[in-house]
């Protein structure tokens, strides 16, 4: 675990891979905190950890969260912050011996991480649509990726697998879909929900969090041999 590591760890793994997890701070209905997006990614993370190779670094936990400003408690940074900070994390790796960086994403609004990765060396990011549809498949997950939007089916479940004390009643009964969304960008995710919720929370499961996790960690394994 990243909070307990000392140098001396860190040179006996001598890793040349660095997995940072990449979160937000934002509205997840009324029973999934404000963490979650960092949750997740910090689980992908930690699975990832656990079964390659690599270095874990500490969550980037506040990122472009803009679509949800119309709910209180969200926090967001600018799309050019974000790109500055993954760079400089990046170029501090490189310093002290690790030529690669890994970023796993947690917050599908993150669109800047993308050009982050296609403009840099050594660097990816995780995980894709493809690894997602297939670990959703795997799992027996019922909601598709369209539908499954926000706090619902995917993300509900991971949090009761990994951290199930941060999951709070409601989400049995939350269910809201609103598959079209042809203006988020512009205006928002308030006018397609007024809980915040786009998805069908009562299909989850910590089975099918834990079966999404051990998906993505096998996915993970091409990534790698990338560098």
Sequence with gaps: ????????????????VAVLPVGSHEQHGPYLPLATDTVVACAVARA??????????????ISCSHEHAAWPGTVSISARTLYAVVRDV???LRRSGVPNLVLVSGH???????????ESEGMALFP?????????AAAGLETSSRSDMHAGELETSILL???????????????HL??????????GLAPYTSSG?????????????????AGLVEAFGPYLELF
């Design 161 to 175: 697998h990994a951290h199930p004390e941060l999951v709070k009643p409601g989400y049995e009964t939350s269910d």
């Design 108 to 118: 599908g609004g993150n669109y800047v991480l993308s050009n982050v990765v296609q």
């Design 1 to 16: 675990m990243y909070l307990s590591d000392t140098t001396e760890d860190v040179r006996a793994r001598a890793a040349t």
């Design 90 to 92: 990046a170029d501090s």
């Design 48 to 61: 990832i950890a656990d079964a390659h190779p690599v270095q874990l670094l500490p969550p980037i936990t």
């Design 128 to 136: 894709g649509s493809g690894d997602w549809a297939a670990a959703r």
């Design 197 to 213: 919720v786009v998805g069908r929370p009562s299909l989850a499961s910590a089975d099918k969090g834990r079966d999404v996790l």
């Design 178 to 187: 609103a598959d079209d969304r042809p203006h988020m960008l512009t205006r």
